[in-house]
């Protein structure tokens, strides 16, 4: 990789000289370049997509034997990220995280240390590969309520516990932005020789601006999955998986990829990952000066707007995620901090008078044209990128002072002032023990947070064993406590799962999806999509998940 040029962009380029030969298609795809639409009025702004919408022939490449412009490509984006060795996911992080799960656990069985609060690829990795799950409890942020990772110490102590582990997986940063001391993690895992992987999906921007925290890899984890099309310009789907040190079997990895990624993959979205890496690869920290002036500008309109609050850490731990950064820079934060670094692109908003709540909030907004990535029951993502303008900003701010305008609510005093003090608060006086974060007011907001019902969960069987029909019955949710759910539960965004098969139903669970379901959160996996209702198992049932 000596002779690499960041600002070339292979496969993209590939695609310009197939276009400009304007070669006769004998082969697929059926549209031939969209000349299959000419006559019937075209396909409108597919037809310039399709000039590019090629597949493997003479001089394209393989993405499952990359020899020539998907083989540069990649070792691009390792130079770029900071890999020894990159791959392009076609299929999302979800691909990524099927993959590492297989590679790490390759027969049934194996036990794998993760949190609770995982992405539904995770849990599906998980039943692909028939693994034993040990779930281990995330640290909770005492003042927003949302979960972030599991403490060091937890999973010190689930190793110690485990020793057999195949991998422990983490999710770094959550959907909201937050994360915490990624690098004492890895030398936990590494002084017990077990792989960290990380699904960094809403972290690919990481490491590449002073302002932004510092990657996974940078950290020390081995296995890093990244949504490029999340939080960098690539198309939807574009995503790519990074590795580093002897801990993975990289030709199993390969194998498993090919096994869980079309063996007809996107070329336009194989392009795009190629251009998102070399605008930051060629620009580095200058790709990201517009998008952070943008959401400099909402930061200080929303110190003009005391109805709003903005979510950040108490006592910021933000290494410079700037070129060379080391790996554990900066002063620790005190032993339990579940929260120390926030991605400054991902501004989490709420309603510091508690009158409007996520959900109303996000409806009032989208009124205005302002259209959220997520919300919960108290917040607001509003994701901002390297894309992002200050006029944007400014738009939002407007919106923001109309919908005080149109329900004025001063901020309680009381709320004025312990906002205040908690922002000066030392860390120790915020550092609560696990027990204590579990009584957070506003832990069952979020659809991020799911909690074990301990520290440290016994194995877990997972299997791809088909729920069947006769082993079920539909019930409504408020009688399901106890019972055992035989459907997923994932309210979506962000694809947490709040139930598996298998999983007993406890009061807390069937209170909170309720509250969400009323609150208008939308679910996937089950029956019913408003969840009045929800397939439980009979009381015959038996096996595993």
Known sequence: MNNLQPGRAPVYEMLEQYRVKGNISYHVPGHKNGEAYSGFGGAGYLDEIMKYDVTEISGTDDLHHPEGVIKEAQELAADCFGAEESFFLVGGSTAGNLALILTVCPQPGMIMILQRNVHKSVIHGLMLAGVQAVFLEPLLDTDSGLAVAPAAETVQAALAAYPEAAAVLVTMPNYYGMGSDLASLAQICHDSSVPLLVDEAHGAHYGQHPALPAGALMCGADGVVQSTHKMLPALTMGAMLHVQGPRLDRTLLRQRLAMVQSSSPSYPVMASLDLARR???????????????????????????????????????????????AAGTGTPPHSGAAYS??????????????????????????????????????????????????????????????????????????????????????????????????????????????????????????????????????????????RVAAEMVIPYPPGIPLLYPGETITEAICNRLSGLSKGGAKFQACADPVLQHIKVYNIQKGGEV
């Open 341 to 482: 670094m926030q991605d400054p692109f991902k501004a989490v908003i709420y309603d510091a008078a508690g009158v409007l709540g996520g959900f109303e909030l996000q409806r009032r907004l989208e009124e205005k044209g302002i259209v959220p990535e997520m919300s919960d029951a108290r917040h607001v993502v509003l994701a901002f990128s390297l894309g992002s303008k200050a006029e944007d900003a400014a738009a939002l701010l407007s919106a923001l002072q109309e919908i005080d305008a149109d329900r004025p609510c001063p901020v309680p005093q009381a709320s004025a002032v312990s906002k205040a003090a908690a922002e000066q608060a030392p860390a120790a006086a915020l550092a609560d023990s696990q027990a204590e974060g579990r009584k957070s007011p506003h832990s069952n907001n979020s659809t991020w947070n799911n909690f074990t019902t301990s520290l440290i969960s016994a194995p877990v069987p997972f299997s791809l064993r088909p729920v069947l029909e006769s082993e079920t019955e539909s019930i409504r949710l408020e009688y399901s406590i106890g």
């Open 279 to 325: 605008l930051v690869h060629s620009q580095r920290a200058a790709a990201f000066t517009a998008g952070l002036a943008a959401v400099d500008v909402l930061r200080r309109g929303l110190a003009q707007l005391p109805r709003y609050g903005l979510l950040q850490p108490a006592v910021p731990l933000q290494p410079s995620g700037g070129a060379g950064a």
